[in-house]
């Protein structure tokens, strides 16, 4: 099981993100709108590292919904890859069944 504080910060970042989208998608627009000045540009790239890090959509990683493992996650069922095999063989996820050749 993940340690606590790798949860609560995950739930942080994810609600950073929610909160400053909508600012940082008017910034990014403006930094690739083709017509927008050179001044208005650099305005809004500096507006953008005043920002948070956390803010950013890239920040958040996906965990497993059980177990809360970084790694080896499946985007389809949530879970990682290590839950995913534990279910599939418990016959809980509909639609998998174990592979045989």
């Not at 910060?9 to 008017?26: G, T």
């Not at 790239?45 to 920002?51: D, P, V």
């Not at 879970?79 to 639609?95: D, F, T, Y």
Request: hydrophobic residues 40%; proline residues 4%; glycine residues 6%.
């Amino acid at each position: 099981m993940t340690k606590k504080s790798h949860l609560n910060r995950q739930a942080r970042r994810v609600k950073l993100v929610a909160q400053y989208a909508e600012k940082r998608a008017v910034l990014v627009k403006i930094i690739k709108d083709a017509g927008a000045s050179l001044e208005d540009k650099a305005a809004a790239y500096r507006a953008i590292q005043k920002l948070p890090r956390d803010s950013s959509m890239v920040r958040p990683h996906s965990r497993c919904a059980i177990t809360g493992r970084p790694r080896g996650f499946f985007r389809r069922f949530g879970v990682s890859r290590l839950m995913l095999r534990k279910l599939a063989h418990q016959g809980e996820l509909p639609g998998v069944r174990k592979a045989s050749w």
